[in-house]
């Protein structure tokens, strides 16, 4: 079994559970197996050893790091142009505005028709646009913790604000531009609308299944399943990090609140500070996995917002990062797309490599970016 990965220690539940599973686990794993995803009800093909394979694959070109700290043509960045012809602020630490090419809008119609098997239904909301640092060249990983902090009491402040007004509200980061992130400057985006996503909804069920059928939350028991065991990345009293027993893409993280909260703003200030802790030190290992900015889409499920009970509902953060190796991106394709998600190396072998990766970047190369927007 691996060595504890946690540096910050803290109480520990007896991490049995996993480790008895992992024991009787060994054949399996070397073999093509399916795992069972329980949030969403859904199953991912493992089949280890096919990264040996030769590569004829697409390799992906590392952005180059020679962006200034102030971009004239950026539309993030203090004091420019947006599309619209509004102009940002001279901000200094977090700035938010309303999406110019929302996919939400308030006020539109909820007309919902139906006709035999096609229906259809209006959807309303609102797409905030976040920008985490004023500095162009600045990503979440390389931001000094107190200002990482900012961007999480942004995060609790808008979703309970849109919350006040939406069902769903979701947080999320691309990063990166083979995530298609349109512009470099470090920034996230906040949408909130009337209907539970997909995801969400799946989610939802899940959870709520769980809770009825045990009494206890799915994910509180996940946590339980996993400290200590060979899946952690990194854990602190507050936190968990772990690559998901059931993880569809190469290096996805699941981060999960240890104790019960269900919404962000539920969140005080120590767990508010352990999380930005722990999140830089997550994305610090992973620009260092393969030592590049590493890209992801990452986003937070809180639960839904309006009145329903959210006993079921523990709050989490998903990463998906694209990349299998340095320069080698996986593609969701094919079997995929038509079948079931596969993929390539372990869980297991996934958080032995990230937790082999430094949880802080090179004194050098961090000095160079550090930036305090703070007084
Ligand atoms: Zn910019
Ligand atoms: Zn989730």
Same mark, same amino acid.
């Given at each position: 079994m /691996?060595?504890?990965?946690?540096?910050?220690?803290?109480?520990?539940?007896?991490?049995g559970?996993a480790s008895r599973l992992d024991s009787r686990f060994d054949?399996?794993r070397?073999?093509?197996?399916?795992?069972?995803?329980?949030?969403?009800?859904?199953?991912?093909?493992?089949?280890?050893?096919?990264?040996?394979?030769?590569?004829?694959?697409?390799? =992906?070109?590392?952005?180059?790091? %020679?962006?200034?700290?102030?971009?004239?043509?950026?539309?993030?960045?203090?004091? *420019?142009?947006?599309?619209?012809?509004?102009? *940002?602020?001279?901000?200094?630490?977090?700035?938010?505005?309303?999406?110019?090419?929302?996919?939400?809008?308030?006020? /539109?119609?909820?007309?919902?028709?139906?006709?035999? $098997?096609?229906?259809?239904?209006?959807?309303?909301? =609102?797409?905030?646009?976040?920008?985490?640092?004023?500095?162009?060249?600045?990503?979440?990983?390389?931001?000094?913790? /107190?200002?990482?902090?900012?961007?999480?009491?942004?995060?609790?402040?808008?979703?309970?604000?849109?919350?006040?007004?939406?069902?769903?509200?979701?947080?999320?980061?691309?990063?990166?531009?083979?995530?298609?992130?349109?512009?470099?400057?470090?920034?996230? +985006?906040?949408?909130?609308?009337?209907?539970?996503?997909?995801?969400?909804?799946?989610? !939802?069920?899940? +959870?709520?299944?769980?809770?009825?059928?045990?009494?206890?939350?799915?994910?509180?028991?996940?946590?339980?399943? =996993?400290?200590?065991g060979p899946?952690?990345? !990194?854990?602190?009293?507050?936190?968990?990090?772990?690559?998901?027993?059931?993880?569809?893409?190469?290096?996805? %993280?699941?981060?999960?609140?240890?104790?019960?909260?269900?919404?962000?703003? !539920?969140?005080?200030?120590?767990?508010?500070?352990?999380?930005?802790?722990?999140?830089?030190?997550?994305?610090?290992?992973?620009?260092?996995?393969?030592?590049?900015?590493?890209?992801?889409?990452?986003?937070?499920? +809180?639960?839904?917002?309006?009145?329903?009970?959210? !006993?079921?509902? +523990?709050?989490?953060?998903?990463?998906?990062?694209?990349?299998?190796?340095?320069?080698?991106?996986?593609?969701?394709?094919?079997?995929?797309?038509?079948?079931? %998600?596969?993929?390539? $190396?372990?869980?297991?072998?996934?958080?032995?490599?990230?937790?082999?990766?430094?949880?802080?970047?090179?004194?050098?190369?961090?000095?160079?970016?550090?930036?305090?927007?703070?007084?």
């Open positions: /691996t060595s504890n990965p946690g540096r910050n220690g803290g109480s520990r539940a007896a991490g559970r054949s399996l070397s073999e093509p197996h399916r795992r069972h995803n329980p949030l969403l009800d859904e199953w991912v093909l493992v089949s280890a050893g096919r990264t040996k394979r030769p590569w004829q694959g697409r390799r =992906e070109a590392p952005a180059a790091d %020679t962006m200034p700290a102030y971009d004239p043509k950026c539309y993030l960045c203090p004091g *420019n142009v947006r599309a619209n012809g509004e102009f *940002n602020p001279e901000y200094a630490s977090t700035y938010v505005f309303t999406n110019d090419f929302s996919a939400l809008r308030p006020g /539109t119609s909820m007309e919902r028709i139906s006709d035999g $098997l096609l229906r259809a239904e209006g959807e309303e909301g =609102e797409c905030h646009v976040l920008c985490f640092s004023p500095r162009h060249n600045q990503t979440l990983a390389r931001m000094p913790v /107190t200002d990482v902090r900012r961007v999480v009491d942004v995060w609790a402040t808008e979703s309970q604000d849109l919350g006040s007004r939406h069902r769903w509200v979701q947080v999320f980061e691309n990063r990166g531009q083979i995530m298609g992130a349109s512009n470099p400057h470090p920034h996230g +985006q906040i949408w909130a609308g009337s209907a539970l996503p997909r995801d969400a909804a799946k989610e !939802d069920a899940t +959870q709520a299944g769980y809770l009825a059928e045990s009494g206890r939350r799915l994910l509180l028991d996940y946590v339980a399943q =996993e400290l200590d899946r952690v990345v !990194d854990q602190n009293d507050d936190w968990l990090v772990v690559v998901p027993f059931w993880a569809s893409w190469p290096y996805e %993280t699941l981060l999960l609140s240890r104790h019960p909260a269900t919404h962000l703003h !539920d969140l005080d200030d120590a767990r508010r500070d352990s999380l930005a802790a722990i999140l830089v030190r997550l994305l610090t290992r992973y620009d260092n996995l393969f030592g590049l900015s590493f890209p992801y889409s990452m986003g937070w499920h +809180q639960a839904p917002f309006g009145g329903a009970s959210s !006993d079921h509902w +523990q709050l989490h953060a998903h990463f998906l990062p694209p990349l299998l190796r340095a320069n080698v991106r996986k593609f969701m394709v094919g079997y995929e797309l038509l079948a079931e %998600t596969q993929r390539d $190396l372990t869980p297991e072998a996934a958080a032995a490599d990230l937790r082999a990766a430094s949880p802080a970047h090179d004194v050098a190369s961090a000095s160079d970016l550090a930036f305090s927007t703070g007084p």
